[in-house]
């Protein structure tokens, strides 16, 4: 990352929300269920599916989480009237992690039970390290329960993964690279470490008959991915590549024209300023575009 970009990520707090709703509005539907279902329905004209992301993550009430859940409902409802092809992504801490594991359970077993009648599957994102254990707990008690349109989330960059994947044999699981910084103890810190763990612990997921969600943005991963398919001889009804929204579209396109299933994560909320600043947080290249348009807006007065 270069000196500029570095300064533009840790300035980007005291960028104008308005700006920030501007650049970002390609990784966002937008603040409300209508933003998303507007979205959903031209990605799958454009034959792609859609995991929708009801942005709430900075929760510190059990009523927030429990209409975050409620809007779940909503968005699977609506989906259904609609006729769309779109699934859901649940956080655990937006739907109460925090506040006890119980409270998030509960809310989780409330949106997989407007999931089900309609087949769709609810996926539990991961997010810091600090809920992985619960996190994978909440995924195996639900299975074991009967519920089996629910799978969690493995992200490679985390040492623990691999063991992990070999321990999740049959569910359905999306594989990322992971965004939290963690520790370095628990954590691969270099980028090809990070994706050959990528590799080992998809190899660990399709051995064990997972159906697994492929989502990366790094061409040199999807080519891997699609060589490990080739190589164990895998039909389309054993994966799906899986991308953000507004991220490499080029890319996407590229994996549906050449046959391959492809889910786009698609965020909406009243809270897209808070994932705004970690998706331009993330990303040098955005970073820089950011400082490019402060400039404009700066000296371009019309
Ligand atoms: C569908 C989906 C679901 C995810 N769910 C989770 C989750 O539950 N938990 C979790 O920790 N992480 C999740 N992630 C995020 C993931 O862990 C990575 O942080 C992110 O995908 C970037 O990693 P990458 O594999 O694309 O590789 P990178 O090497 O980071 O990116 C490859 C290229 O893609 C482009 N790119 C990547 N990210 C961006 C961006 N934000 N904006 C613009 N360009 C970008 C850049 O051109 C970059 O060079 C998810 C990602 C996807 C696609």
């Known amino acids: 990352m270069s000196l500029v970009d570095r300064a533009v990520v840790t300035l980007l707090p005291a960028v104008p929300k308005p700006l920030i709703r501007r650049i970002s509005s390609r990784y966002i539907a937008g603040p409300s269920l209508d933003d998303a279902r507007r979205v959903v329905a031209g990605l799958n004209a454009e ?15 059990v009523d927030e989480a429990e209409a975050i859940a409620a809007e779940y409902v909503a968005a699977l409802d609506a989906f259904e009237r609609d006729g769309l092809d779109a699934n859901v992504s649940v956080k655990p801490t937006g739907l109460g992690l925090k506040l006890g594991y119980d409270v998030c359970k509960r809310n989780v077993e409330a949106v997989i039970a407007a999931a089900e009648p309609t087949n769709r599957f609810v996926r539990i994102d991961m997010e810091d390290s600090s809920t992985t254990d619960d996190t994978l707990r909440l995924f195996r008690e639900l299975r074991d329960e009967g519920h089996l349109r629910v799978g969690p989330v493995l992200q490679a960059s985390l040492r623990r993964t691999v063991a992990d994947a070999a321990a999740l044999a049959g569910a359905s699981v999306r594989l990322c690279k992971g965004i939290y910084v963690e ?3 628990i954590q691969y810190r270099d980028d090809q470490a990070v994706r ?34 080739a190589e164990r001889g895998l039909g389309t009804d054993a994966y799906e590549f899986q991308m953000l929204l507004g991220v490499r579209p080029e890319l996407g396109d590229r994996i549906v024209g050449d046959g391959h299933t492809l889910r786009i994560y698609v965020p909406f909320g009243r809270q897209w300023y808070e994932y705004s600043l970690r998706r331009l947080q993330e990303n040098p290249r955005i970073a820089g575009y950011v400082a490019g348009d402060i400039g404009r807006s700066v000296f371009r007065r019309s």
Not at 49 to 60: C, F, K, M, R, S
Not at 203 to 213: E, I, N
């Open 47 to 61: 034959g792609k599916l859609a995991t929708v992301d009801v942005l709430g993550e900075e929760i510190t009430r």
């Open 183 to 185: 520790p370095e103890s």
């Open 196 to 229: 050959d763990s990528f590799v080992e612990a998809l190899a660990a997921l399709l051995d064990g008959g997972c159906y697994v969600g492929i989502a990366t943005h790094d061409e040199w991963l999807v080519d891997r991915a699609l060589g490990a398919i």
